[in-house]
């Protein structure tokens, strides 16, 4: 590989978005977005279909115009200039290559329409080539181009042009799974080379949680929670967001200052959890410390809480193997029975019914096996990830 | 079952491929034939080319002359409606399913109004326009090129349009703007080459139609081809069945010509038209392109 640190000037630019907004007629998708992204950061915009995501690229892009709000480039507002003068580098989940230009052809084409020599062109298109690893196909068309190759030439060409920020959206959905993380990491490697601002959009958790410094979870026009990906795992701030990134167990409970009681037995609320959650929608923060007699997000004693419980926080142990109890105090495990069972490679994820009819999904280890029907007891192991207040309040 | 009788999945297997092609070629080329032999027929009885002579033979020049002024006017026709083709309609179809999407489901309805409007009734409404046309350019038989025009219009729209949407245009508009091109250069250098298929397709349907068009030029009084020739069977019925025969090769000329053209420059196989995800058109080629992308990982 060439010396493309030296060959693409490090231009990472700061890109503020400042009470974005966009409606289509009646209907707005993005309310009041803010978002401040640093000069080399990778963001990335995680959420479902419809939440916004992919709009907020289009409009930094220039594709779509915003109804209110500014959308600033180190400092200058760019709101009002066209796609074709924003300087953007774009990277579509259609391949959206030229099919009548070659490999090579695709990638000259951002700096034929900078006037860029020819000589030039020529040393660029290879060198932008070779950074994807696909010098040795410049002759060739896009259609006899895996789904990969191709979306390897719509970066070189997105980077050519040594752009001020590069937009991914959703350039891996329309990959086999193997090309897909194996991309994903060379983008993240190119992208820390070139040290560009940039963006990425996806609906994959998994993806964003993998790629990004941070990740900017949305839902219905609004930002939920920014945050590195680890906090957003481990310290939601919305349930929409604890819901989303992983998997919790939604467990309803009551509130007491020695713990949550959750279906018989008794929950320790500590640290993160016991913050409670902020209202997106409002952006008001419940989180407090509870000064006025109460506890975080206003809970006292008695207050009717849901609480999120991740898989791998639940132990699991069989009761036919081990019939006395070995990983709680008596009274303070649950009982059930198993329902389904399913091998993840190095985890298994089994889905249990307590006495009570709910069901609990638990991880752990896969040299742990259970048969449907087989009765276990499962224990907490870890803290909910996060606690809010039930929408009606216990008898 | 053996690969080689089995076909590719969703086409029909090469016998019965065959047997439609020789069943379409027939179908076509029992009237030709036909007019072909009835062209040769002797008025005394007998076969000979005495009325092919007759046609070309200079001496006749005053009897055919208003076939050939309609034959040229038709030339004129087909090629200035062609240039309404490329010159006004491509632009306005790409512009409305680049920006204006929503305006297409109404744009598609217009375009079906001249085949669900009888010709004659369509004719009822140019006459007062036309008088107001010839006012303004003159009574030349190039302005019956806006009434062609609008004939031509539904078959080049599907044409145009069926393309449009088959190479992803929005998205390779968006792509190009995005690396800083012009509208203008979105339309020349990025969707215009993609929609060489299309573009050629309307542009044969639009010659065809214009050389064949008779009740709009009739009832407008122009002499085109179609006027002429049937002044001229009434007098001459050889001579209108010659030059509909060679008007018939003149176009399939230009049809082989064109697909000539299409396929030297290997439009057609850069053209094939792939969503995401899918594979790539042939097996070969995707095997190659899989067995690059291998190469690639295990160097990287």
């Given at each position: 590989?060439?010396?493309?640190?030296?060959?693409?000037?490090?231009?990472?630019?700061?890109?503020?978005?400042?009470?974005?907004?966009?409606?289509?007629?009646?209907?707005?998708?993005?309310?009041?977005?803010?978002?401040?992204?640093?000069?080399?950061?990778?963001?990335?915009?995680?959420?479902?279909?419809?939440?916004?995501?992919?709009?907020?690229?289009?409009?930094?892009?220039?594709?779509?115009?915003?109804?209110?709000?500014?959308?600033?480039?180190?400092?200058?507002?760019?709101?009002?200039?066209?796609?074709?003068?924003?300087?953007?580098?774009?990277?579509?989940?259609?391949?959206?290559?030229?099919?009548?230009?070659?490999?090579?052809?695709?990638?000259?084409?951002?700096?034929?329409?900078?006037?860029?020599?020819?000589?030039?062109?020529?040393?660029?298109?290879?060198?932008?080539?070779?950074?994807?690893?696909?010098?040795?196909?410049?002759?060739?068309?896009?259609?006899?181009?895996?789904?990969?190759?191709?979306?390897?030439?719509?970066?070189?060409?997105?980077?050519?042009?040594?752009?001020?920020?590069?937009?991914?959206?959703?350039?891996?959905?329309?990959?086999?799974?193997?090309?897909?993380?194996?991309?994903?990491?060379?983008?993240?490697?190119?992208?820390?080379?070139?040290?560009?601002?940039?963006?990425?959009?996806?609906?994959?958790?998994?993806?964003?949680?993998?790629?990004?410094?941070?990740?900017?979870?949305?839902?219905?026009?609004?930002?939920?929670?920014?945050?590195?990906?680890?906090?957003?795992?481990?310290?939601?701030?919305?349930?929409?967001?604890?819901?989303?990134?992983?998997?919790?167990?939604?467990?309803?409970?009551?509130?007491?200052?020695?713990?949550?009681?959750?279906?018989?037995?008794?929950?320790?609320?500590?640290?993160?959890?016991?913050?409670?959650?902020?209202?997106a929608s409002s952006g008001d923060d419940e989180r407090g410390d509870g000064g006025d007699g109460?506890?975080?997000?206003?809970?006292?004693?008695?207050?009717?809480?849901?609480?999120?419980?991740?898989?791998?926080?639940?132990?699991?142990?069989?009761?036919?193997?081990?019939?006395?109890?070995?990983?709680?105090?008596?009274?303070?495990?649950?009982?059930?029975?198993?329902?389904?069972?399913?091998?993840?490679?190095?985890?298994?994820?089994t889905v249990v019914r307590l006495s009570g009819g709910d069901l609990l999904t638990v991880q752990?280890?896969?040299?742990?096996?259970?048969?449907?029907?087989?009765?276990?007891?499962?224990?907490?192991?870890?803290?909910?990830?996060?606690?809010?207040?039930?929408?009606?309040?216990?008898? | 079952?053996?690969?080689?009788?089995?076909?590719?999945?969703?086409?029909?297997?090469?016998?019965?491929?065959?047997?439609?092609?020789?069943?379409?070629?027939?179908?076509?080329?029992?009237?030709?034939?036909?007019?072909?032999?009835?062209?040769?027929?002797?008025?005394?009885?007998?076969?000979?080319?005495?009325?092919?002579?007759?046609?070309?033979?200079?001496?006749?020049?005053?009897?055919?002359?208003?076939?050939?002024?309609?034959?040229?006017?038709?030339?004129?026709?087909?090629?200035?409606?062609?240039?309404?083709?490329?010159?006004?309609?491509?632009?306005?179809?790409?512009?409305?399913?680049?920006?204006?999407?929503?305006?297409?489901?109404?744009?598609?309805?217009?375009?079906?109004?001249?085949?669900?409007?009888?010709?004659?009734?369509?004719?009822?409404?140019?006459?007062?326009?036309?008088?107001?046309?010839?006012?303004?350019?003159?009574?030349?038989?190039?302005?019956?090129?806006?009434?062609?025009?609008?004939?031509?219009?539904?078959?080049?729209?599907?044409?145009?349009?069926?393309?449009?949407?088959?190479?992803?245009?929005?998205?390779?508009?968006?792509?190009?703007?995005?690396?800083?091109?012009?509208?203008?250069?979105?339309?020349?250098?990025?969707?215009?080459?993609?929609?060489?298929?299309?573009?050629?397709?309307?542009?044969?349907?639009?010659?065809?139609?214009?050389?064949?068009?008779?009740?709009?030029?009739?009832?407008?009084?122009?002499?085109?081809?179609?006027?002429?020739?049937?002044?001229?069977?009434?007098?001459?019925?050889?001579?209108?069945?010659?030059?509909?025969?060679?008007?018939?090769?003149?176009?399939?000329?230009?049809?082989?010509?064109?697909?000539?053209?299409?396929?030297?420059?290997?439009?057609?196989?850069?053209?094939?038209?792939?969503?995401?995800?899918?594979?790539?058109?042939?097996?070969?080629?995707?095997?190659?392109?899989?067995?690059?992308?291998?190469?690639?990982?295990?160097?990287?």
């Amino acid at each position: 590989m060439v010396d493309e640190a030296t060959v693409y000037a490090q231009r990472g630019t700061r890109i503020e978005f400042a009470g974005v907004e966009k409606a289509y007629g009646p209907t707005t998708v993005l309310h009041g977005i803010d978002l401040d992204i640093a000069p080399g950061e990778f963001v990335a915009l995680l959420g479902p279909s419809g939440c916004g995501k992919t709009t907020l690229l289009r409009c930094l892009a220039g594709l779509e115009g915003v109804t209110g709000g500014t959308i600033a480039v180190d400092g200058r507002d760019i709101a009002r200039v066209p796609a074709n003068r924003r300087d953007m580098g774009v990277v579509f989940q259609a391949y959206s290559l030229f099919p009548h230009m070659t490999v090579g052809q695709n990638v000259e084409f951002g700096l034929r329409m900078r006037r860029v020599a020819r000589d030039e062109r020529a040393t660029r298109v290879r060198e932008a080539l070779e950074l994807v690893g696909l010098g040795h196909l410049s002759g060739r068309f896009a259609h006899t181009l895996s789904g990969g190759q191709q979306q390897r030439v719509a970066l070189a060409r997105a980077l050519v042009t040594r752009p001020q920020a590069l937009l991914l959206d959703e350039p891996l959905s329309a990959l086999d799974a193997k090309v897909r993380v194996r991309l994903r990491d060379e983008i993240r490697a190119i992208q820390t080379e070139l040290g560009i601002t940039t963006i990425f959009v996806t609906h994959d958790q998994e993806e964003a949680l993998a790629i990004a410094d941070r990740v900017a979870v949305m839902n219905g026009g609004v930002i939920e929670q920014l945050g590195a990906p680890e906090d957003l795992y481990r310290r939601p701030e919305t349930p929409f967001v604890a819901g989303f990134i992983g998997e919790s167990n939604r467990i309803e409970g009551v509130y007491g200052s020695s713990g949550i009681a959750l279906l018989g037995t008794r929950l320790p609320v500590l640290g993160a959890a016991r913050a409670g959650f902020r209202d997106a929608s409002s952006g008001d923060d419940e989180r407090g410390d509870g000064g006025d007699g109460g506890d975080a997000a206003g809970l006292v004693d008695g207050t009717a809480v849901r609480a999120f419980v991740r898989p791998e926080h639940l132990v699991i142990v069989s009761v036919e193997s081990s019939p006395v109890d070995p990983i709680a105090p008596a009274g303070s495990a649950l009982s059930g029975v198993v329902v389904s069972s399913g091998f993840l490679g190095a985890q298994r994820r089994t889905v249990v019914r307590l006495s009570g009819g709910d069901l609990l999904t638990v991880q752990h280890p896969a040299h742990q096996l259970f048969a449907a029907d087989e009765r276990v007891r499962l224990e907490f192991a870890g803290e909910p990830v996060a606690v809010e207040r039930a929408a009606e309040e216990p008898a | 079952m053996n690969g080689a009788l089995r076909g590719v999945p969703g086409r029909p297997v090469p016998w019965l491929r065959r047997a439609i092609l020789v069943g379409i070629c027939g179908l076509f080329l029992v009237p030709i034939v036909s007019m072909l032999w009835f062209t040769f027929r002797l008025q005394g009885g007998g076969i000979g080319i005495d009325h092919w002579a007759a046609l070309f033979n200079p001496e006749n020049e005053r009897a055919y002359r208003n076939l050939v002024a309609g034959i040229l006017n038709s030339l004129l026709l087909a090629v200035l409606t062609v240039a309404i083709v490329w010159a006004l309609f491509l632009p306005t179809i790409v512009l409305v399913h680049l920006r204006f999407p929503r305006l297409a489901r109404v744009f598609e309805l217009l375009t079906v109004l001249p085949i669900a409007i009888p010709a004659i009734v369509l004719v009822v409404g140019l006459a007062p326009l036309y008088r107001g046309i010839v006012g303004v350019f003159g009574g030349g038989i190039w302005t019956l090129a806006f009434a062609y025009g609008v004939l031509v219009l539904p078959f080049a729209y599907r044409a145009i349009a069926s393309d449009l949407q088959g190479m992803h245009a929005a998205t390779l508009a968006e792509a190009a703007r995005s690396l800083g091109a012009s509208w203008f250069t979105v339309l020349v250098r990025v969707i215009a080459p993609g929609l060489r298929p299309g573009l050629t397709s309307a542009t044969l349907i639009t010659a065809a139609v214009v050389l064949g068009e008779f009740t709009v030029s009739s009832l407008l009084n122009r002499v085109t081809m179609q006027v002429a020739l049937v002044e001229v069977s009434k007098s001459d019925p050889y001579a209108a069945v010659i030059t509909s025969l060679l008007s018939l090769v003149i176009v399939f000329a230009l049809l082989f010509l064109f697909a000539s053209f299409d396929s030297r420059l290997g439009l057609r196989g850069r053209m094939e038209r792939r969503r995401p995800g899918r594979a790539a058109p042939h097996a070969s080629q995707h095997r190659r392109a899989k067995n690059e992308e291998k190469e690639v990982s295990t160097d990287g």
